[in-house]
């Protein structure tokens, strides 16, 4: 049936409802309220339904062929055919919205190819068929101004790197039919904002969301079982996520980076977290450590420099290295028994940590474990510990006192280096080693060891020998709390009491603590001891000698009682007090005083007046100097305090002088008071000021002070590489003049890709990994670089055609079926190319057309650059001249109405004559014309035959009796307005939308008024202006003189 009369009105509407719709765009926009009104004329209103169907731009063309009128032309698109079903693999046009067809010449559009828009910059909006149910790699890969695409309903997955790099896209619908989302999908969509991802998902892919730094939130499904390496990677606006109960498995860097993650709720049945899954989420400040988990990986929360506290539950049993590195608000944490093994660095720079308690079962502290944990004040070091490892306690300079358990065998470099308050260590007979500089710069510490073979080890590790104090065997009873020695198990002979025991300084000897030992012959007591208990040496029969230092000054009841070998013994001054029966039976005892008031005191004690000497004290010369140390090596601006200890302990003179040897290098003041001002060596000499000539001497190295790296960079951040290639890093260590500037590699991935000591990267296996390269000086500085690694490139090996010789006449036409081998090649896309294109041409598809007579060879070349093509050798002759025999018409009888239009369709037989023109002609033009397309026009009543004649002379035709009538008038039956009743302001417009029925009625012109032009005012095209304030009826007519109107009342206000 002809209906080209449709067309034309279709089209009229839709160019005047397009223009009508502009008009009212600029007319609402300055509106205020809810009220609007829309600009339709009257001449343009049709029935629903109809302006529904037509609104398509459907047309219909001479050979009755729907056609899509905005639809991207077919040649702007690359293809291939299999099994029946078209698979783009390129689009070569302009356009900013492509629209792909869902039939490219009659055949189904399926699937769109690898990388088929990859790199279309220009490309804003894509619409995809329904017919579409795949896609391949790389679709749409660095479509950098993509903003939207939608995806099909049909499609089951979207493959590996589909939105790479779009980093324009701000949202997508994720349908119901996907049930997975593959590596790198989204990779870089950096504005892209939210995200829901419907449960039919069962798996995401690595880093599928990987730099999506604008993503506020996203909705996981609830049944993936597992959430892959990277795939929330730098998302740094992610502030929340809730990981569904069905979650398994956290995989490597899952939310590395993401600085706005505030809170997260790990759920029990979570049995891994890959390393690095939480590093650098700044804002983190609370998170649960799953019961299902056993080990708290490497770097897993490094850098969350918001948690405060975390607890550890007890199905943990290890904790890897740099886990909880630089987590400088984390305050406090415990660790319960069942961690056996802690990692490297685990704590390392958690500047605010004050106190951690430790698992019982630990085996080694660990290097670096607490590494400028500078607010640590104490820490107790479980029994089973056997090592203490390098850098351990690093810059932990507010730990002021530690014990080492019995168990520890070695303590190594620098453990405990620049722990600058720690006031006393106690060092266990159970070492055998410790390593140079293990206490470096502790300069206020006293160590405190069982016997002479931990004091060489200390001394061997460069601690000043004057800071380590020898306590003996543990054969003395002790209270700690009080200072006092409370028994002797020991069986020496001659006691030196110690000065401390575990650290605590001796200050009073308890009562009876030696009672009755008469195998002790002498006893030296240190200079910390104030008060003798009672009866403590009673019975000491063996007893001749004993030293009183002037630091006593109360001897109890019965002290030395039976004391009798005791020859001699001088009381201090500073001895106020001695109890009864102090010195009886001390038959053969003198008795030295210093003044008439110790002698008084000896005497109200009972002791004989005729056995207490008066004597002036004699001058006693220093016998030697030594200092805490003789070598020391510092950096410049280091400032120390020498300790001198001048021998014996009475010398009438104990002061000293100070000198440098080199003052360009260090200076020493009069307190000895050491300032290293210079790269350099000097000597300082420390001499005994009474004459005696006695020295000591130190000899200082300065060095100038360390400078740590201040950055890390690497010549690139980002790689793409495909298995296989390799290559070797730059990278730049800042400042030049960094004392150390060394560096380390780790690969977050050694599947995909490694990295070895140099720097020289090798791609594995595709797939996702972060190198990191960090600075060897611990300060901390690193730099990374994202490499990606694809399979390598698969080549063309062959093209073949499906003819290699064709013998056509001019005029034909058809295509070419190109075959690529192998099936997986990487690029099966071929260029297409005519040796003779006035014989023969080819399309970018392989439409061939044969244009005039003679040969050319037509050639299919791969378009990967390797080479391989096929070729056709087309002859082309001129076609033997074919007459027509017949002529038909799609009808022979039409009864039409005035003003109607449409096409004949003309049958020309046989289909290879030579000419199918055809001529056109009409018996009355007054009735019906007809144009030299067939294009019949009905013009006025009555009748006219079209006649149709073939053109190559052969005198076929065909006719059609076409009878013209005038049509029917068709009435109005209604009209209608879409509002009845407006209340408007002064000054507001709008305009109404009129509703003509039947849709079919021969006039729908409309006729506005307004009752009272001083209130409103309504134009020839239903525009109202509210002029002034009342009322008014705005009234709209049909024009066909049906008497058919509709009203609307407004009401105006100032």
Request: with cysteine.
């Amino acid at each position: 049936m002809l209906k080209a009369k449709r067309k034309e009105i279709i089209t009229f509407l839709l160019l005047t409802m397009c223009t009508s719709l502009l008009q009212t765009t600029l007319a609402l926009s300055a509106e205020k309220d809810n009220e609007r009104s829309i600009l339709i004329n009257s001449a343009q209103v049709t029935d629903s339904k109809a302006g529904t169907t037509e609104e398509n731009t459907i047309i219909e063309a001479a050979d009755n062929k729907l056609v899509n009128s905005s639809a991207n032309s077919e040649s702007d698109f690359t293809y291939e055919v299999d099994s029946g079903t078209i698979i783009i693999t390129g689009y070569t046009g302009s356009a900013t919205d492509v629209i792909i067809p869902s039939q490219i010449n009659g055949t189904r559009v399926g699937a769109l190819g690898y990388g088929a828009f990859a790199n279309c910059n220009n490309i804003k909006n894509v619409t995809i068929p329904d017919t579409v149910t795949s896609t391949g790699y790389n679709v749409f890969k660095n479509c950098t101004n993509l903003q939207s695409v939608n995806i099909p309903p049909h499609m089951t997955y979207i493959a590996d790197y589909s939105f790479y790099g779009c980093s324009n896209l701000s949202s997508i619908t994720i349908p119901n039919s996907i049930t997975s989302i593959s590596k790198s999908a989204f990779y870089g969509c950096s504005k892209l904002t939210s995200i829901t991802i419907p449960d039919s998902v069962g798996s995401i892919g690595d880093s599928a969301f990987y730099g999506c730094s604008n993503l506020i939130n996203v909705s996981l499904p609830n049944n993936i079982p597992t959430i892959a390496d990277s795939v929330f990677y730098g998302c740094s606006n992610l502030t929340g996520i809730t990981i569904p109960s069905s979650v398994r498995s956290i995989g490597n860097y899952a939310f590395y980076r993401c600085s706005a993650l505030k809170n997260i709720s790990l759920p029990d049945n979570v049995k891994n977290i890959g390393y690095e899954a939480f590093e650098n989420c700044s804002s983190l400040i609370s998170v649960n450590i799953p019961k299902g988990l056993t080990l708290i990986n490497s770097q897993l929360f490094q850098n969350c420099t918001s948690l405060t506290s975390i607890t550890v539950p007890d199905n943990i049993t290890e904790i890897d290295s740099q886990a909880f590195y630089g987590c400088s608000n984390l305050q406090n944490i415990t660790i319960p028994n069942s961690v056996k093994t802690i990692h490297n660095t685990a704590f390392g720079e958690c500047t605010n940590l004050t106190s951690i308690i430790l698992p019982n079962n630990l085996a080694n502290i660990s290097e670096q474990m607490f590494e400028q944990c500078s607010n640590l004040t104490s820490i107790t070091i479980p029994d089973s510990v056997t090592t203490v490892g390098r850098f351990a306690f690093y810059g932990c300079s507010n730990l002021k006192s530690i014990t080492i358990p019995s168990h520890v065998t070695s303590i190594d470099e620098n453990a405990f280096k620049e722990c600058s308050s720690l006031s006393s260590i106690t060092i266990p007979a159970s070492v055998t080693s410790i390593k140079s500089n293990a206490f470096n710069n502790c300069e206020k510490a006293l160590f405190y060891v069982e016997n002479e073979q931990i004091k060489n080890l200390l001394i061997s590790a460069l601690v000043d020998e004057s800071k380590i104090i020898v306590t003996g065997k543990s054969d003395f009873g002790f209270d700690s709390n009080t200072g006092t020695i409370t028994t002797y198990n020991g069986s020496d002979t001659q006691l030196i009491m110690p000065s401390t025991i575990n650290g605590v300084p001796v200050t009073n000897i308890g009562k009876s603590s030696f009672k009755n030992l008469s195998n002790i012959t002498s006893i030296i007591i240190q200079g910390n001891v104030i008060s003798i208990g009672d009866s403590a040496f009673q019975g000491c029969s063996k007893l001749s000698s004993i030293v009183i230092p002037n630091s006593i000054t109360s001897i109890g009841d019965s002290a030395f009682w039976g004391c009798n070998n005791l020859t001699s013994i001088t009381i201090p001054d500073s001895v106020k007090s001695i109890g009864n029966y102090a010195f009886v039976d001390c038959n053969s005892t003198l008795f030295y005083v210093l003044s008439e008031k110790t002698k008084e005191l000896l005497e109200s004690a009972g002791v004989d007046e005729s056995k207490i000497v008066i004597k002036e004290p004699p001058t006693v010369k220093v016998t030697s100097v030594l200092l805490n140390t003789n070598a020391l090596n510092w950096t410049v601006g280091k400032t120390g305090t020498f300790t001198a200890t001048v021998a014996p302990s009475n010398a009438s003179n104990k002061s000293v002088t100070w000198k440098s040897s080199n003052t360009k290098v260090a200076t020493v003041d009069a307190n000895g008071k050491l300032t290293a001002v210079g790269a350099g060596s000097a000597t300082i000499t420390c001499t005994a000021s009474d004459g005696s000539g006695k020295y000591a001497t130190c000899v200082v190295t300065v060095t100038n002070p360390l400078t740590k790296v201040t950055s890390v960079t690497l010549n690139t951040t980002n790689l793409n590489w495909t298995v296989g290639k390799t290559g070797t890093f730059t990278v730049t260590v800042a400042p030049s003049n960094a004392s150390n500037k060394g560096v380390t590699w780790k690969s977050s991935n050694t599947k995909v890709a490694t990295v070895d000591a140099n720097g020289k990267l090798t791609a594995v296996g595709a797939g996702s990994a972060t190198i990191t390269c960090t600075a060897s000086d611990g300060s901390g500085k690193y730099a990374t670089c994202v490499v990606t690694v694809t399979n390598p490139l698969t080549k063309v090996t062959s093209v073949t055609l499906n003819t290699t010789n064709l013998n056509w006449t001019v005029g034909k036409t058809g295509t070419f079926t190109a075959t690529v081998a192998p099936s997986n090649a990487s690029n099966k896309s071929v260029t297409w190319k005519s040796s003779n294109t006035k014989v023969a041409t080819v399309d970018a598809n392989g439409k061939l057309t044969a244009v005039g007579a003679g040969s050319a060879t037509i050639t299919c070349t791969a378009s990967d650059g390797s080479g391989k093509y096929a070729t056709c050798v087309v002859t082309v002759t001129k076609p033997a001249t074919v007459k027509v025999t017949s002529v038909k018409l799609n009808t022979n009888k039409l009864n039409w109405t005035v003003g109607k239009t449409g096409t004949f369709t003309a049958t020309v037989l046989p289909s290879n004559a030579s000419n199918k023109g055809v001529t056109w002609k009409s018996s009355n033009t007054k009735v019906a014309t007809v144009d030299a397309n067939g294009k019949l026009t009905a013009v006025g009543a009555g009748s006219a035959t079209i006649t149709c004649t073939a053109s190559d002379g052969s005198g076929k035709y065909a006719t059609c009796v076409v009878t013209v009538t005038k049509p029917a008038t068709v009435k109005v039956t209604s009209v209608k307005l879409n509002t009845n009743k407006l209340n408007w302001t002064v000054g507001k417009t709008g305009t109404f939308i009129a509703t003509v029925l039947p849709s079919n009625a021969s006039n729908k012109n409309v006729i506005w008024k307004s009752s009272n032009t001083k209130v409103a005012t309504v134009s020839s095209n239903g525009k109202l202006t509210a002029v002034g304030a009342g009322s008014a009826t705005i009234t709209c007519t049909a024009s066909d003189g049906s008497g058919k109107y509709a009203t609307c009342v407004v009401t105006v206000k100032k």
